[in-house]
């Protein structure tokens, strides 16, 4: 694909400049050429361009780097609240799935990619569940979607070859015998029609590293793939190139989960068979021993840490600072907004640097602003194998870049940038976006799309389908029984001692187990 060389000069904003997020107090201007930065120089000097952007009263930083959301939950944000995990998920996958159109999609898909620009995320990881098989007009749709609306997109099928049911240890115990036979032979699509959907889609143009909108690999899960497909889609990655990502350790069933089915935790089991690698992020990997971080270190392998999407679950706090000091790479993400109801990237940053603060007393330990950022910028980048050429604004790097005003509330008195827009601001004075040197937003005004439209459009779309969602939560009710039974027997095993503790336990939980 040629690229443009057509020139843009962002002007006289303050700047986050190279690795180090550096504010030197000045304005400069960035000159972008086609889809790169070219030069940061003091502001007021003589650099011609085809286009200027006024950003003085602006703070210019990297594109926030969203690492997961599912945008097949959008339609169903804020229907839930206070449910585990382990029982919330039965409501994204029902045993009779709601149904959209190609059109209801894109709009779904929408609701995502307008939530990321607004909330200074540039580059944002889908991980979307195809349902009982793969429609590629459907995948076209969603594709689509973030095509129009500007946003950097890597998009994968959260891919699986066990019925998930039999991800859950205990359920012939658990589980009725004529429902549980239904949910093991409900419809899924095949491994090698993933495989080879996938093949296609790269070969025709979807990389990371040619295109804006692509394709990824997305594992479900270890305990929902068996060891085969596992290893057949890291085989894919390294010879594609490929980004991986995976949930992992999510949970303290989990633990438990990996113990019973692999006789260990499941990120000693992946790295076991040699799943882990670079360019490899296991989502959440909130459960953890020092051992299973000493593996991530060795093979380079990121911990995506999403905070906002542990705290609404319950799932617990993932230990950033144990993987830092470890050397891993942590990058940050939003999950899906049907259990976290907002995919705001800057929500998720603050969260992450707020929710370090309950991990002991040594203020040392905590998380900074500083440290949040970088995760969310450069950890992102590294996570998803574009290394320095992303999440950073320095010369030669792809131009992803957002700017806030800093005559709002948020930075007013400016005393320290990073940590006003990590614990203040939550979008309202993102004024400007540009994703790969192209405009996206413009003094608060979406560039690419008719948000008002959009956001119409969606709102009657998602009332004619309420009834059904309404009708398949309800329908999965004996299914959150029987999970909730596994749920509360997996509290009772125990779990290594040395797995850092990720969640404060109560006296009340024995009421809540039987056993009072």
């Avoid at 620009?117 to 979607?145: F, K, N, W, Y």
């Avoid at 973030?146 to 589980?175: H, I, N, Q, T, W």
């Avoid at 089915?261 to 909130?286: C, Q, R």
Wanted: charged share 25%.
């Amino acid at each position: 694909m040629t690229k443009s060389n057509r020139t843009t000069l962002l002007r006289g904003a303050r700047v986050l400049q190279g690795k180090g997020l550096v504010d030197e107090g000045g304005r400069h201007d960035v000159l972008i050429r086609g889809d790169r930065i070219e030069s940061i120089v003091p502001a007021g000097s003589s650099v011609m361009a085809d286009e200027v952007v006024d950003l003085e009263g602006h703070i210019l930083c990297p594109g926030l780097i969203n690492g997961h959301q599912h945008s097949h939950e959008h339609f169903q944000r804020g229907r839930s609240e206070n449910l585990p995990l382990e029982l919330w998920m039965n409501l994204v996958r029902t045993r009779t799935p709601v149904t959209l159109t190609p059109q209801q999609i894109y709009l779904r898909t929408m609701i995502g990619a307008i939530e990321s620009i607004r909330s200074g995320c540039t580059t944002l990881v889908d991980d979307l569940a195809v349902g009982p098989a793969l429609d590629e007009e459907r995948l076209d749709a969603v594709l689509q979607a973030y095509e129009d609306s500007g946003v950097r997109a890597l998009v994968g099928f959260s891919m699986m070859d066990k019925p998930v049911v039999d991800s859950f240890p205990f359920v012939e115990d658990a589980f009725d015998a004529e429902l549980l036979s239904e949910l093991r032979s409900a419809r899924r699509p095949a491994s090698d029609d993933y495989l080879d959907l996938i093949t296609r889609r790269v070969k025709a143009g979807h990389h990371p590293k040619e295109s804006r909108v692509a394709l990824l690999l997305a594992p479900s899960a270890p305990q929902r793939c068996s060891q085969d497909f596992l290893l057949r889609i890291r085989q894919m990655a390294d010879e594609y190139d490929l980004p991986v990502i995976t949930h992992v350790q999510e949970t303290r069933l989990q633990v438990v989960t990996g113990e019973l089915l692999y006789g260990m935790p499941m990120v000693e089991y992946l790295a076991s068979i040699g799943f882990l690698k670079p360019s490899t992020s296991l989502i959440h990997a909130v459960w953890l021993n020092p051992r299973e971080i000493d593996l991530l270190a060795e093979h380079g392998a990121t911990a995506q840490h999403n905070p906002w999407s542990n705290l609404l679950l319950g799932s617990g706090i993932q230990p950033v600072r144990e993987l830092l000091k470890a050397g891993v790479n942590v990058s940050l993400g939003s999950d899906g907004s049907c259990s976290t109801v907002t995919s705001n990237m800057l929500n998720v940053l603050g969260t992450a640097a707020g929710i370090s603060k309950l991990r002991g007393h040594d203020p040392g330990r905590w998380l900074s602003a500083r440290e949040a950022l970088v995760a969310a910028t450069q950890g992102g980048a590294k996570a998803l194998g574009f290394g320095d050429s992303l999440g950073v604004i320095e010369p030669g790097a792809r131009a992803d870049l957002f700017a806030c005003r800093i005559d709002t509330i948020a930075f007013t008195p400016l005393s320290n940038p990073i940590r006003q827009l990590v614990y203040a601001e939550r979008g309202a004075g993102v004024a400007f976006s540009m994703v790969d040197g192209r405009i996206v937003m413009h003094a608060g005004r979406l560039a690419q799309i008719n948000e008002a439209k959009i956001l119409s459009e969606i709102e009657r779309e998602y009332q004619l389908l309420v009834s059904q969602f309404d009708q398949a939560e309800h329908e999965m009710r004996p299914v959150l029984n029987a999970v909730e039974k596994i749920y509360k027997r997996s509290l009772r095993c125990t779990i290594g001692p040395d797995t850092f503790p990720a969640r404060v336990d109560t006296t009340d939980d024995s009421r809540y187990l039987g056993l009072e």
